[in-house]
C-alpha cells in the first residue's frame, strides 16, 4: 500500500517505520527540515518497545503531488486543520484518511476540509514518543492503536486499514464508538500533560509523588465524572486504577506537552485538559481542577524563555 505520513514527528515517525518495515511504500511529510535531511540521508530509526531498526522511506518537507492509498494526518492538534488542506495532493478518489491527534476536536477540523466520507479518526495509547535526535524516533511502549469511521465509510473500509496496522506490528483494531476510547485516553492524558509539563516529572514520578498525585488523580476522576455525564459510553469503571495502570506501563515518558514547552512551541494543552471545562459546561458541570493545570500551562507557554 502506498501510504503518506503527514506530520512525521515522534508519533508519525514510528508509524512510518514500522509501516515500511512491513514492506509498504511510505512517505514521511514533516516540516522540520533537520529530521527530513537526516531520515533522506540515513534512513529513519525507530527504537523503543518495537525494537531497534532504521529503514529508507521518502521523506519531504511538503506533500508530493501523487496520490496515495491511505493518507494518516500525525501533527498535533493545532496543526490539524492546515495539515488537511496541504493533504490535497495526496488524495484520490479511493484514498482513505486516517487522523490521529491527542484529546478532543481534531477530527472535525479535519472534516471540514476533506470532507467525512473517507475519514476514519483513529486513538493511539500508550507509546511514550519522542525525537532523541533527527532521523531517530524512540517509543518507551505500544499499547493499542484503535481506529473507527467519523461518518458515512464502511466498517470494512476501517478493518482494512486496522488489519494494515496490524500486520505492521501494532496493537490495532477497528472499533465502533471512537468517542469512547479518545475520552479513555483523555482520562489519561489529564492525569499526567499538564503537571509533567509545570514540574519537568516524568509519568512515573508523578504517579509516585505524595502531593502531585493525588491532582493527577483528581484531574483524572473529574474527567470520567464529566465522560460519564455525557453518556459518552466509556467502559471504565475507576479511573484511578486506570491512570495509574497507564502510567506503570512506561513510567520514564515524559508527555508531549512537557515536550512543546521545553521546545518553547504552544502545547495541546487546550484539546487535553482544556477540553475538560469546556465539555463540563455542556452536562451542566464544572471541572475545576483541569480548568487550574489549563491556565497554569498556558501562563508557562506565555513566560518569555531565558
Known sequence: MKIAVVGCGAMGSIYAGLLACAGHEVIGVD???????????????????SGDRTVSIAACTQPPATAAEL??????????????????????????VLTIQNGLGSAEDVAEVIGS???????AQGFGASLPEPGHAHHNDMKAIRMGAYDGLSGEAVETVAAVWRDAGFDAQ??????????EKLICN?????ICALT?????????????????RSAAAEAWTVARALNVGITVEDPVALVREFAERMPKARPSVLLDIEAGRVSEI???????????????????????????????ERKPQE
Open 174 to 183: 477497528a472499533i465502533d464508538n471512537v468517542l469512547a476510547m479518545q475520552w
Open 200 to 216: 519537568g516529572l516524568t509519568i512515573g514520578e508523578v504517579l509516585e509523588h505524595p502531593e502531585l498525585g493525588q491532582v493527577s
Open 190 to 194: 489529564a492525569a499526567y500533560s499538564a
Open 270 to 300: 487546550d484539546v487535553i485538559n482544556g477540553a475538560i471545562p469546556r465539555e463540563a459546561a455542556k452536562a451542566g458541570l464544572t471541572a475545576p481542577v483541569n480548568a487550574t493545570l489549563t491556565s497554569l500551562v498556558k501562563a508557562l
Open 31 to 49: 516540516t522540520n527540515e533537520a529530521h527530513v535531511r537526516a531520515i533522506v540521508n540515513r534512513g529513519l530509526r525507530v527504537s523503543g518497545a
Open 71 to 96: 493518507v494518516i494526518i500525525a501533527v498535533k492538534a493545532a496543526h490539524a486543520r492546515a495539515a488537511a488542506r496541504s493533504c490535497a495532493p495526496l488524495i484520490a478518489h479511493g484514498t482513505l
Open 117 to 123: 466520507g473517507c475519514l476514519i479518526v483513529g486513538v
